[in-house]
């Protein structure tokens, strides 16, 4: 009789260890958002971790009603309340909404209407929803705007293909998307490419010329494109740059594209993020890849690979967290990077996608002395270095936003 009661035990024992196994795979393998504010200022998270969603990548959205005509021309209440309603549109007709927004980046004239735009996104979202959010302070294609924004969003999108979205009720050129969805799988992260010479058909033509080249050697074309982000100088060339980036994509609709005034010597610099179908190499979720005729670097690569579903890690634009400048500004943004990596249960060497903004000299200098000390140089991730009119938030010069995985 003992004998029975202790086998019904083991095995009632076992058997709750099998069901609890059990839900605990499906609740890891349910699609999932998870906002970490950590220290963040009121309505964003330092971090938000996306388990095995699809993801909408919208394009750089003005405050614009669907006319094309400017709403709130001096009004930055008005403006920003517009690119609201024009990124919850976008996201809706995407099959997402702005209950699920992961990231935004907010690009604006002045830190006081970067302030007021996470004002009015927290009233919007509520307490619940936190995205990580990058500032930039930057003129923008529309001469007369004061603000505009593109975002990532988890989605409902259960094919295998990517879309590329147009959306009616947002102004915008009918041959351009409005947004990708991107399936779930892996994804393909181009660092920024540079070309000299003046603001031309040509420096656009090559510098997206060398893109679709890499694309090339990845097995992978035009159609794979997911965003495209322009860093140009004057931003006001943004219409020429677009008719030639089109040319690019001949038989479909163009891609989602941002465009950032930059301050640099180089005209224009043009980064790509695409859905990746290469193969995968075993037990490994990140691959750093350097086409075979560019010269490896210990701070970037020029393509980042990644290829889980699983925990990837968007952060805020991290700040020193006191005013500062040179060496001390570096190490704390790049401490402070470490910090908010090891909370979203990350490290420093699972880096995938990087965007340094610097607003002078001093800021990118240390940008580049401090990155050796934090990451392993056989695994530095993609990225861009962008030097731009201001970073969002006084007395600051630097601002870095990453992409990571879990572990």
Known sequence: MKLQVGLVAVLAYWGAVVVTCCVYAQSVAQPSIRYLPLDA????????????MPLVYTRQLLPLDRDGNLVGEDSAERQIQQVLDNLEAVLKDSGSGMDRLVRVHVYA????????FRQQLARRLGPKVRPAMTAVLTPLPHRKALVAVDAVAGADHSGKELLLKRCASVAGHPHCADAA????????YLSGQPDEGGLTASAVSRAMSTLMGTLGHLKLSARDVVQVKVFLRPVSSAEEVLREVQQFFPDQ???PIVFVEWLASMPVEIEMIARYS??????RDIEYFTPPDVRPSPIFSKVALLQTERRIIYTSGLYARQPSRGEPQGVMVFEQLKEVLQQAGSDMGRLVKGTYYVSDDDAARWVDRT??????PDCPPAASKVMVHGVGQSGRTMTV??????K
Not at 181 to 188: E, S
Not at 278 to 283: C, E
Not at 371 to 376: A, D, I, K, S, T
């Open 109 to 116: 004239l002045s830190t006081a209407i970067v302030d007021g």
């Open 371 to 376: 990155r050796p000390r934090f990451y392993n």
């Open 181 to 188: 969805v991107l399936p779930v799988g892996p994804v393909a």
């Open 278 to 283: 290469g193969p995968a190499k075993v037990g």
């Open 41 to 52: 200022p009121a309505g964003i998270s330092q971090a938000v971790i996306v388990d095995q």
């Open 401 to 406: 936003d990453m992409i990571a995985v879990g």
């Open 253 to 255: 609709i163009t891609p």
